[in-house]
């Protein structure tokens, strides 16, 4: 696991990988010089009204989704991985004596507020010679009724023994909107490649709380049912392989998130694939959690299943019958008043091709608030749940993540 993360793996074996890098964090430093002392006038005022009343179940996870509808399932074995449920947290309770956000109509009130820019980075490599990079900043605005739109950029970079290395520059424009109680979300972008045809990829998610949120005096959510509708469609970022096989894939299903009470969740998920070599696939996702003050314990469970075996030709993991289950035991509180952080570790089986083996993964993951406006995140975390058909060898991943936040 050491050889993994030596110093040399974190930096791009091409001068224009490091040059791009840099690039993208170049810019968006600058971009957050050059709007320093906006943020210290009407922005900053405005990010307060826009935090100050949550109306509905369906915007306390927008916090974590930051618009922009990402796949649950992206990369189906890293389900286990919190980081990736996406999972809804808790909701506040609206101040008692709060005066409702000021429309468009008042005095001094923006049309456009500029809210936050965020950046996802994210490097996974595994013992059998594959890279997955990724750096995408996105920069978020909310309109005056409410309503937001986001830009979304950036560099990733894929690499695999056999198979020249690929680079991708994706861009992408989001908006989120209410109709009626139903939250809508949609995307639409291109994905550029260094060697590869531009493909034009689509995201849609429809949610709406099929039970009327409760939350206890103290701000804590007792009670709420949410469900959900799912549909993407786009190149699938597996590996630097399928992307030179220039597979694509429409994926669609529904979530369900249920907090049982306070202490007590549920989260499934189905989607259902389409690949434009022909083939399909059916995966499923169930996560019940229980929190024990800092600490939790959860179980998991994950199916996955393809028409057609074509790991061989396509280049993806696409398992006939492959089976995860697990237990989570996780610890979660404040180290200092700047430092929260997060450690887990799940132990269970995953079954491929009828053959049982351990499924184990460890992760940790921490918080720095730098500013009341800026905040940072760092985890990592090792699993030997498969994302590719190794045969009788043993397989392990090893993933770094990290995101910068900052709220105007």
């Not at 509808?69 to 919190?82: D, G, K, S, V, Y």
């Not at 695999?160 to 139903?182: A, D, H, M, T, Y």
């Not at 994905?191 to 045809?197: A, G, H, I, K, T």
Request: proline letters at 6%; charged letters at 20%.
């Amino acid at each position: 696991m050491a050889n993994s993360f030596r110093r040399d793996l974190f930096v791009s074996r091409s001068s224009l990988y490091t040059e791009l890098i840099l690039g993208c964090l170049q810019i968006q430093l600058g971009v957050i010089s050059n709007v320093g002392i906006w943020t210290l006038s009407e922005a900053k005022l405005q990010a307060a009204q826009a935090h100050q009343i949550w109306k509905s179940a369906s915007e306390f996870t927008e916090r974590v989704t930051k618009v922009n509808p990402t796949p649950i399932l992206m990369a189906a074995p890293e389900n286990f991985n919190p980081e990736l449920l996406r999972l809804p947290p808790g909701l506040p309770v609206p101040p008692q004596n709060s005066t409702p956000p000021r429309t468009s109509s008042e005095p001094g009130m923006p049309d456009v507020v500029w809210e936050s820019i965020h950046t996802d980075y994210r490097y996974d490599t595994d013992n059998f010679g594959q890279t997955n990079f990724f750096l995408e900043p996105t920069v978020q605005f909310r309109l005056s009724n409410g309503n937001k739109i986001f830009f979304k950029t950036g560099f990733n970079f894929f690499e695999q023994r056999g198979v020249e290395s690929i680079s991708n520059f994706p861009l992408k424009v989001g908006w989120q909107g209410k109709i009626g109680q139903v939250t809508l979300q949609t995307a639409v972008g291109v994905d550029v490649f260094n060697r590869l045809p531009t493909t034009i990829n689509l995201n849609a998610k429809v949610e709406a709380a099929i039970s009327p949120p409760q939350v206890s005096p103290s701000g804590r959510l007792l009670s709420v049912v949410v469900l959900s509708g799912n549909f993407e469609q786009g190149p699938y970022k597996s590996n630097a392989r399928t992307l030179d096989n220039q597979i694509t894939a429409w994926r669609f299903g529904p979530d369900l998130y249920w907090q049982i009470d306070r202490d007590t969740s549920l989260f499934s998920s189905l989607r259902l694939g389409s690949y434009n070599d022909g083939n399909s696939e059916v995966q499923s996702f169930s996560r019940l959690e229980r929190k024990f003050g800092q600490f939790s314990l959860a179980t998991n469970l994950f199916t996955w299943s393809y028409d057609r075996n074509l790991e061989g030709t396509s280049g993806y993991f696409s398992p006939p019958d492959f089976l995860v289950y697990n237990a989570e035991v996780a610890w979660e509180g404040d180290i200092a008043n700047f430092l929260r952080c997060r450690l887990a570790a799940n132990f269970g089986r995953q079954r491929l091709k009828g053959e049982f083996d351990n499924a184990n993964t460890y992760q940790t993951r921490c918080t720095v608030k730098l500013s009341p406006n800026i905040e940072a995140d760092l985890g990592y975390s090792f699993s030997n749940v498969r994302n590719q058909d190794t045969g009788e060898s043993a397989y392990s991943s090893n993933s770094l993540t990290g995101e910068l936040r900052v709220k105007f």
